[in-house]
Nanobody, 126 residues
């Protein structure tokens, strides 16, 4: 089993920044992939960013150039640095872990991931 705990959410004004963290514990492997998804009220969960064991990164078009995903394998932690935040970024953000690596297509699919965190709320005010 793997447990994921997200932290760092909050309320910020448009144009501001936040950094989300996802601490993994349990039977993790540095060869796995980690991802961030988000879900706004009344909408489906959508891919935000993913990172492989070799630090290859993938992003949704809506966040490219504004969000950066990274990981620290020594700390079993993934991060999502978000800048230039917009009201439409308001969502619950979920961290996910998959035991195997992935390509651009695979990393963007929720079904690729085996474990999920409980989510952290990000609210951007205009």
């Amino acid at each position: 089993q793997v447990q994921l705990v997200e932290t760092g959410g909050g309320l910020v004004q448009a144009g501001g920044s936040l950094r989300l963290s996802c601490a993994a514990s349990g039977r993790t492997s540095s060869s796995g992939a980690m991802g961030w998804f988000r879900q706004a009220p009344g909408k489906e969960r959508e891919f935000v960013a993913g990172i492989t064991w070799s630090d290859r990164t993938y992003y949704a078009d809506s966040v490219k150039g504004r969000f950066t995903i990274s990981r620290d394998n020594a700390k079993n932690t993934a991060y999502l640095q978000m800048i230039s935040l917009k009201p439409e970024d308001t969502s619950v953000y979920y961290c996910a872990y998959g035991r195997t690596s992935c390509s651009a297509y695979g990393c963007s699919r929720a079904g690729k991931y085996d474990y999920w965190g409980q989510g952290t709320q990000v609210t951007i005010s205009s």
